[in-house]
């Protein structure tokens, strides 16, 4: 059975929550602030499915410019114990123009959809601004807003993008590129930089300086982590690969408050990162979050994690 399909049985079990406390971020009208991390639905074909649970909006990719079989298997990796999990997965993808005909297909869902773009693997990072403008080009007329990863850590080298100069070249190089579709397609999609839980402060003070004078729309914070704290003590600490789960929480709040102190309001954040309850998605919201998104804890907790972060926030 396809996973559309098991995901259309779950909504029969667990129907959409009510589409309530719409919120306006980025210049969008979100129909809640609960959204689906990219990394689920690396194909945009179960945008339908996904969004009859509840979602207010869903993130799909990492979508790279040519199709990409990703690493080895096996690359995914359950601590049970942990409800967490280690994932390797490498941007596997049908590629950006397979994800732009199969978004261009769901006819449902009434919330926001952002598309999350990558380099492929082979690009080296001295051209991944052309691999980034490509996706950006070919997303633009379906995508409600699109998320730049720049802070997967399963693309060997691909996080030295966020060092502070790096960031700047690529943001100042998409803002323009926008400026230009913007004009083409009559519509303004806006740009949101996805980064790392391993910041160090003063990298974030460098990064946030950039966003700020480089006119980012949004930031999204955060993606996994290197870090094994909190999962030593399980076999599976040792695989390589992206840390999810409740042990990134606070590292992911941390470093979303840090940035809110610096942005003051002036580029929202996407809050993500170990929400496994209520009490996680509002501490990400008192840190300065406007928006929430979950992944982890919905592979462990089903659908019903939606219904009860929509009740509470």
């Known amino acids: ?24 971020v980025m210049g969008l009208r979100f129909p809640n602030r609960i959204g689906l991390a990219a990394g689920l639905d690396k194909e945009g074909n179960t945008i339908d499915a996904l969004g009859r649970l509840g979602f ?22 359950r601590l049970i114990d942990e409800k967490s999990i280690i994932n390797r ?33 082979d690009t080296p990072n001295e051209n991944a601004s052309a691999d980034y403008l490509a996706c950006l080009r070919e997303a633009y007329s379906v ?7 720049l802070s997967s850590p399963n693309t060997p080298g691909l996080r030295d993008l966020q060092n502070a100069d790096s960031t700047a070249r690529l943001l100042d190089l998409l803002k323009k590129e926008q400026s230009q579709l913007a004009k083409e397609h009559g519509k303004y ?9 391993d910041l160090a402060v003063d990298h974030i003070d460098a990064l ?30 040792t695989q390589a690969g992206g840390l999810s789960g409740p042990p990134v929480c606070q590292m992911s709040t941390a470093v979303i408050q840090q940035f809110s102190s610096h942005l003051a309001g002036r580029i929202p954040i996407i809050g993500v990162g170990g929400i496994s309850s209520a009490e996680d998605a509002q501490e990400k919201i008192r840190a300065g979050a406007s928006l929430l998104q979950i992944y982890t804890s919905f592979i462990y907790q089903g659908p ?8 509470k926030c």
């Open 56 to 77: 207010g909006f869903i993130e799909i990719g990492t979508i790279t410019p040519r199709p990409q079989a990703g690493n080895d298997k096996p690359r995914l990796f």
């Open 143 to 149: 995508a409600d807003y699109i998320a730049v990863n």
């Open 208 to 237: 946030a300086e950039v966003f700020l004078k480089g006119g980012l729309d949004g930031l999204i914070a955060t993606n996994t982590t290197l870090s094994r704290h909190g999962v030593e003590q399980n076999p599976l600490h």
């Open 1 to 24: 059975m396809r996973l559309a399909e098991q995901l259309g049985i779950l909504a029969l079990v667990y129907p959409a929550a009510e589409f309530v406390n719409p919120v306006e």
């Open 189 to 197: 999609v806006p740009i949101a930089f996805k980064v790392a839980p």
């Open 304 to 311: 019903q994690i939606v219904k009860d972060l929509l009740n």
């Open 89 to 121: 997965m490498g941007f596997n993808n049908p590629g950006i123009t397979q994800g732009v005909a199969n978004v261009k297909k769901s006819k449902t869902f009434q919330g926001v959809i952002g598309f999350n773009i990558g380099k492929n693997k």
